[in-house]
């Protein structure tokens, strides 16, 4: 709450908003993650898994391998408020503007879970997946699936083209619940930031950075690169991203929006505005084949 106890916003001739700069939140969180519509307070979100494949016998009944996640969205909020005396002396009205614009910041509160969420998905912390492992784990299996040996999407391989080639061989390798390779198009690294020079040279540099001979580098140009500031340090997936689904789920059941404004004449300094946002959506795993892990 900003009050007139801030000395220097009451003080005539004070002008603000000229030193510091709201930062629009850009959707870049759409290429990991997709809404999941929801029309009541949870939802068991079904999939059928993969359809069988053709045999040579009219007599072979096949089925579908069914999967379920039980999504909720989470209650949001966010509340501010002014006192209409630093209103009444702001020169600009910037004070009162930014105060209506903090909502916005649920923009950058989704993005900024989105990728919080994926970077903890080897760990129990956000939820576990479908399979009841953890999204990034050793050992999934889709119960009553074909295939018979666990398969993994977990790797403790710090960045480099070497190590690229591992992680992303291995997911050309996945298979679905029916034993057949999902043939994903895997096109996007995403990293910490300090990873983003090496990340760069992978997908961008036409030679092998880390060889003398420069051979070609046949990656380059073939993927897209992210970094976000909510991954570990040592943090890089590489993400399936132009796939219809996404690894992450949001199941979004109302889009943030004003929940009330109101003024209470009864406060020092000419009262206190406030306003309050509320919004509901909470994020899920989907399919871990959509992603693989590098070193985290």
Same mark, same amino acid.
């Given at each position: 709450?900003?009050?007139?106890?801030?000395?220097?916003? =009451?003080?005539?001739?004070?002008? #603000?908003?000229?030193?510091?700069?709201?930062?629009?939140?850009?959707?870049?969180?759409?290429?990991?993650?997709?809404?999941?519509?929801?029309?009541?307070?949870?939802? @068991?979100?079904?999939? +059928?898994?993969?359809?069988?494949?053709?045999?040579?016998?009219?007599?072979?009944?096949?089925?579908?391998?069914?999967?379920? !996640?039980?999504?909720?969205?989470?209650?949001?909020?966010?509340?501010?408020?002014?006192?209409?005396?630093?209103?009444?002396?702001?020169? #600009?009205?910037?004070?009162?503007?930014?105060?209506?614009?903090?909502?916005?910041?649920?923009?950058?509160?989704?993005?900024?879970?989105?990728?919080?969420? =994926?970077?903890?998905?080897?760990?129990?912390?956000?939820?576990?997946?479908? @399979? $009841?492992?953890?999204?990034?784990?050793? /050992?999934?299996?889709?119960?009553?699936?074909?295939?018979?040996?666990?398969? @993994?999407?977990?790797?403790?391989?710090? =960045?480099? +083209? /070497?190590?690229?080639? #591992?992680?992303?061989?291995?997911?050309?390798?996945?298979?679905?619940?029916?034993?057949?390779?999902?043939?994903?198009?895997?096109?996007?690294?995403?990293?910490?930031?300090?990873?983003?020079? #090496?990340?760069?040279?992978?997908?961008?540099?036409?030679?092998?950075?880390?060889?003398?001979?420069?051979?070609?580098?046949?990656?380059?140009?073939?993927? @897209? +690169?992210?970094?976000?500031?909510?991954?570990?340090?040592?943090?890089?997936?590489?993400?399936?991203?132009?796939?219809? !689904?996404?690894?992450? =789920?949001?199941?979004?059941?109302?889009?943030?929006? !004003?929940?009330?404004?109101?003024?209470?004449?009864?406060?020092?300094?000419?009262? !206190?505005?406030?306003?309050?946002?509320?919004?509901?959506?909470?994020?899920?795993? $989907?399919?871990?084949?959509?992603?693989?892990?590098?070193?985290?």
């Amino acid at each position: 709450m900003l009050t007139g106890n801030v000395p220097k916003h =009451l003080t005539v001739g004070v002008r #603000t908003g000229f030193l510091s700069a709201f930062k629009e939140a850009p959707q870049v969180w759409s290429r990991v993650a997709m809404m999941v519509q929801m029309d009541a307070r949870s939802h @068991d979100v079904v999939d +059928l898994g993969a359809a069988p494949m053709p045999t040579k016998n009219p007599q072979v009944v096949q089925d579908f391998i069914e999967k379920s !996640i039980t999504v909720k969205p989470q209650d949001w909020y966010l509340t501010v408020s002014l006192s209409a005396n630093a209103i009444d002396d702001d020169q #600009t009205g910037s004070l009162e503007r930014k105060a209506r614009q903090a909502g916005r910041n649920f923009d950058k509160h989704i993005q900024n879970r989105v990728f919080t969420v =994926l970077n903890g998905g080897d760990s129990a912390t956000y939820g576990l997946c479908y @399979d $009841g492992q953890h999204f990034f784990d050793l /050992d999934h299996v889709d119960e009553g699936a074909d295939y018979q040996t666990n398969q @993994d999407n977990e790797y403790a391989l710090a =960045l480099s +083209l /070497d190590n690229f080639e #591992t992680v992303k061989v291995a997911a050309q390798k996945f298979v679905d619940d029916q034993g057949e390779y999902v043939n994903y198009d895997y096109d996007l690294i995403v990293c910490a930031p300090d990873l983003e020079r #090496t990340a760069y040279n992978i997908v961008g540099n036409p030679e092998a950075y880390d060889t003398a001979n420069r051979e070609r580098n046949p990656y380059s140009g073939e993927f @897209d +690169l992210l970094t976000s500031p909510q991954f570990d340090s040592t943090a890089w997936h590489l993400i399936a991203s132009s796939e219809e !689904i996404k690894p992450i =789920l949001v199941a979004w059941r109302k889009s943030p929006q !004003i929940n009330a404004a109101w003024f209470d004449p009864q406060q020092e300094e000419g009262g !206190i505005y406030y306003w309050q946002w509320h919004g509901r959506y909470e994020m899920y795993f $989907g399919d871990w084949r959509l992603a693989i892990q590098g070193n985290t």
